[in-house]
């Protein structure tokens, strides 16, 4: 089954992975009443966060031992500065955002923290480690979107945040999210092992927490956390 | 002058130079009134950050290009591992907190910010980008001890931090701080060049941030931030 | 002058500059009496030597400090995964080699030399460091091509290394070769500065000296070097 | 069993192992009739590998994920810096070879391709990775003193190299490749698996080719192989 690995991270991460993917963020973003000073906050930080998703990706080329371990590593990264940083930048365009504004914004601690332990748990360990600090992100994104679209208390029809919520549950995402997942499957198979779970999930769930802060990050700049 | 680089570091980092050095936490520690929660926080995750910390010299070492900065490197993992992380579980102890208790502990948001940051300057990095994110913790904890201890303010007698401040004021740590910043100098002129000045400055102030939120994040134990 | 620092370098390597762009490799393939042993020795190891270029090129999207920066990288990792070995393979066919041959080859001691000291001189030091590493192979051979061209005694009917010698002679690799040099110029007035040039310059030395063996390993390929 | 890797990896590298364990430069060391020129050769060459070994080491201590991990690293680089290298210095000198002539010396080929094939398998991959690249070299120099020592072609008595031969066959020597074997265990337990076993033995016949590449390089300074 694909994804097997990501089933069992999410499983050992408990009710940590719920924290992350049904965040009060996450909620009222489908319910369509998050505070657009949250959104406009999380889409700042999340141009920031793109720049080192980048870089990781930069890294896992380096560490691929193959040419298809490769390829799949570039097109990542050519799936972030050719397309999703481009629709990022015309998605802010539409909430008053400039490029050089969001350029010239501080990182927030919640994005240092999550972009450099990514990174640093990539070049600690070999690609599977990086991927796997890397699952919450892309593989979780997937899964969010997706549960709030099914969700009857998600909010269509004049839901500012649609748009977002449709890309992420877009076939097209869903379908690297996929990938992604399967890619778990294949490397654990090809450098892990069962000794080396208890590591993997760790960080994993480390790296769910760090997601969570990331959502609570943009809430805390609508300063006040209540409906 | 010794540590001319490290001078030139801290004017342009402005107000969040002081900020970090005499923010709220150093303050409070320095008369004696901060309070216990805030200084036991601060402890457990200083802890976890000495492992990074270690980690960091380790790299250092890799980063080398002569024999003699490798030994610079060496001798710093060695204080770290061999001297600071046992003092440290020994004056843990005297607060009651075990090494088990600290190694259990989750690290904290502002923990892995500024590690994995530091960590991720070195490998994006030279060596000289490395020392200089570390520079506001190494150098600057020498200066933050010194001024204290120059301040009417600070209080001696009954003061429970008063070891602390002594530990960092005293000729042994201030020693090692001047010889970090003559080092800064030393790579500076072999790997610098003011071309390079604005982008060290630049990763010098977010360290300085980034330490700044840690002092917070003891305050926030306290749950009150007021006297 | 764009290449400024390109021609201090190939200036300091002094007499190791000619020693590889004037190797009895590149003066006989130009004449074309190159063995063919010697050549398919080359063609098979610079398959393999690509995969490595491509994780350089990898890891210099990592050490990346701007999306500019990122973007010059990725193409040239999509220059090497998308084009250059996809043509590598085309042409190696002509010569009779398929691509799961060359695969399977072992590494030569020189490619292991060349391709990891590049590497490692990327991760131990700075992107500044990685490109100079980088330039002896990418700069050098626009130029090794360029020079051939030009030269009475460089065959061009009938000899067989014709198309290779055009490749690298032609437009595109020599606007891609000048714009690595004009790369080194930009990077060395933001991360360098005079102190730094000594070791740069020794770097870039050895790189040299790699890259002339890796010509020499191709001769040995044909048992015996003289004509 | 300990070293049971280790064991496996050494079948794994089949013809090749004894290829280097058993390389012409070894047998005649042990007899006694090595050629000096081909001995100084090795010796210079092997301090300038002792360098990069440090670092690899330093590597190490970054990549640790325990205080441990670090602390058995941190005693290999004590091991190189303040033990091994000052023996080497030492010892060098008994032999007319001063520290500032062999720090002066190029690195040969075969040196650089060892030593940056060693550090890229630990940064492009784990700690796991690292070690298994290095194990060849710990691990097989305490076999081959060894074997030798019990080999009856072995001359002690008047033997220019006898000092060499003893220190690796002796207790200390013994006991920290002892360690490295047991450490490999230890680490495939927690970070690998079997799928993982294919490139890991990979990495460890290329090693091993490497350091059999570096014999060679002794023995060809002496200008004729033969007796």
């Known amino acids: 089954m694909p994804g097997e690995l990501f089933g069992r991270l999410v499983a050992a991460a408990g009710g940590g992975w719920s924290a992350y993917t049904r965040h009060e963020f996450v909620l009222r973003l489908a319910r369509g009443d998050l505070p657009e000073a949250a959104?406009?906050?999380y889409l700042v930080q999340d141009?920031?966060?793109l720049l080192h998703f980048a870089r990781a990706w930069g890294l896992?080329?380096?560490?691929?031992d193959t040419l298809s371990e490769m390829r799949r590593a570039q097109s990542l990264v050519a799936a972030t500065l050719d397309v999703e940083?481009?629709?990022h930048i015309e998605y802010c365009r539409l909430w008053g955002l400039s490029e050089a504004a969001m350029g010239a914004e501080p990182e927030a601690l919640e994005t240092v923290a999550y972009t450099r332990f990514v990174l640093d748990r990539g070049l600690a360990g070999d690609r599977l480690d990086l991927e796997v600090?890397?699952?919450?992100?892309?593989?979780?994104?997937?899964e969010i979107a997706r549960e709030r679209m099914t969700d009857p208390a998600t909010k269509?029809?004049?839901?500012p945040y649609r748009e977002w919520?449709?890309?992420y549950a877009g076939a097209e995402y869903q379908s690297l999210a996929g990938?992604?997942?399967?890619a778990l499957d294949e490397q654990f198979a090809r450098r892990g092992g069962e000794g080396r779970f208890p590591a993997l999930a760790a960080s994993f769930a480390a790296a769910t927490r760090l997601e969570a802060d990331f959502w609570q990050m943009g809430l805390a700049a609508a300063g006040s956390r209540g409906p």
Chains 1, 2, 3, 4 share one sequence.
């Open 133 to 142: 600090a890397l699952a919450p992100c892309i593989v979780g994104y997937a």
């Open 85 to 87: 940083i481009g629709l």
């Open 165 to 167: 919520l449709e890309m």
């Open 39 to 41: 959104f406009r906050r």
């Open 60 to 64: 896992a080329i380096y560490k691929s």
């Open 179 to 182: 990938e992604a997942a399967a």
């Open 156 to 159: 269509r029809d004049g839901n």
């Open 47 to 49: 141009y920031l966060f």
